[in-house]
Structure formats: C-alpha cells, structure tokens
C-alpha cells in the first residue's frame, strides 16, 4: 500500500521560513507528479503546488506569489515544499499527495498522507 | 479560474436514504472532475475521478455523473460510515486545480 509521511511542520513566526518533507514509500515515486495541498483549520481545501515525475516542470498557486518552492529528490523518495516568508494565513495542515498518473500527470490525487500541522504565531 | 460551487452546503439524511450531492463548475471543464472524502482527522479519500469513474474498491453505492458545468455525487443508500465532507475538484484548466467549497452530509 502506498505510504506517505510528511513531516516539518511545527510553530512557526511570521516573516520566518519552514521546509516539510514527504516520505514516500511502497510505489515507484520516480514515475509519479507529486503535489503539496493544504487545508486551513475548519475550512477547504487548496491545492498548493505539482512537481512532475523528474522534477523538471513545477506550477504553483497564484496566492504564493514566489514565496513557496516544491522540489524533489527522486534518489531519496522525498517531496518538499520549502515555504518562505510565512503569514498567519499560511497556518493550515500541509498534506502531499501522489499524482493518479504515471509519467504523465492526471491531476487527481490518489493517495494522500497524513498531513503536518503549520501554525504561524508570533 | 474555474470556480466550483458545491450544493448543499450540508445535508441531513438518515442510513439507507438516497444522497445527491451537486457541484457545479463557472465554465465546461467537460469530464474532468474529481469526487474526495474526508472523514473528521483524516486526509482526504479519493472516490470518483473523470466525473464518473469510481476508484478500485469502491462500494457500488457511490456514483458520479455529469459533464459540461454539472456534476452529481450520488450515494444509492447511506451506510452510517458515509458520512462525511464530500469536495469535488476539476483538473481541466490548470493551474489552479479548484476544489468545491465541499458538502457536510451528516446524520438526521
């Protein structure tokens, strides 16, 4: 069965930066697009960025503005999403998530983890 | 942007009811519409990829229909674990992938 973990999140001041990290396991990750969405406490949720399968083409939400970057290591079975610059509207729980294509990507999200908690607070 | 507009905003029915939930997209977005479930402390589950093509195990109650603007989430007779947050999400004019505002379907 498909395993992710994510893992970085934590309490966080404005203005500072954070890396989360998805492990992923039991399914071939270098075949895959992988994305970071997150869900803000009690509401939605928003589908933050895609990585493709090499890591070569990277789409991000409009509402990052260039402050969060996704890269992978296909050697280590990781994601990441390194966000900068943090706002108290950033505070959500920060899930990754398999791509349901192989190689070339369907944009539906077949496997989720468990998701990592950001809270920003001065 | 594609905005998704999901109705209900919640439903209340009892086990063995029939749900119909409803999600409609502000242009075509033709087949390209995902259905997720997610329970209280949970990730999100998906169910319903293509508007109509339900995922490996999937109980044979849940159904996806719809094209165009408007798609429909049905539950043929509620099982007292379907009750949940239901989100629709469309893949078809990207980035951004959309998701509806979703639809609490909770127990009368």
């Known amino acids: 069965q498909v395993h992710l973990v994510e893992s970085g999140g934590g309490v966080i001041q404005p203005g500072r930066s954070l890396r989360l990290s998805c492990a992923a396991s039991r399914f071939s990750f270098s075949l895959h697009a992988m994305h970071w969405l997150r869900q803000a406490p009690g509401k939605g949720l928003e589908w933050v960025a895609a990585?493709?399968?090499?890591?070569?083409?990277?789409y991000y939400a409009d509402s990052l503005k260039g402050r969060f970057t996704i890269s992978r290591d296909n050697s280590k079975n990781t994601l990441y999403l390194q966000m900068n610059s943090l706002r108290a509207e950033d505070a959500a729980v920060y899930y990754c998530?398999?791509?349901?294509?192989?190689?070339?990507?369907?944009?539906?999200?077949?496997?989720w983890g468990q998701g990592t908690l950001v809270t920003v607070s001065s | 942007e594609i905005v998704l507009t999901q109705s209900p905003a919640t439903l209340s029915l009892s086990p063995g009811e029939r749900a119909t939930l409803s999600c409609r997209a502000s242009?075509?977005?033709?087949?390209?519409l995902a259905w997720y479930q997610q329970k209280p402390g949970q990730a999100p589950r998906l169910l319903i990829f293509d508007a109509s093509n339900r995922v490996t195990g999937l109980p044979a109650r849940f159904s996806g229909s719809g094209s165009g603007t408007d798609f429909t989430l049905t539950i043929s007779s509620l099982e007292p674990e379907d009750f949940a947050v239901y989100y629709c999400?469309?893949?078809?004019?990207?980035?951004?992938?959309?998701f509806g505002q979703g639809t609490r379907l909770e127990i009368k």
């Open positions: 242009q075509s977005i033709t087949s390209y």
């Open positions: 998530a398999r791509d349901m294509g192989q190689l070339w990507p369907l944009y539906y999200f077949d496997y």
């Open positions: 990585i493709s399968s090499d890591g070569s083409q990277k």
């Open positions: 999400q469309q893949r078809s004019n990207w980035p951004p992938i959309a």
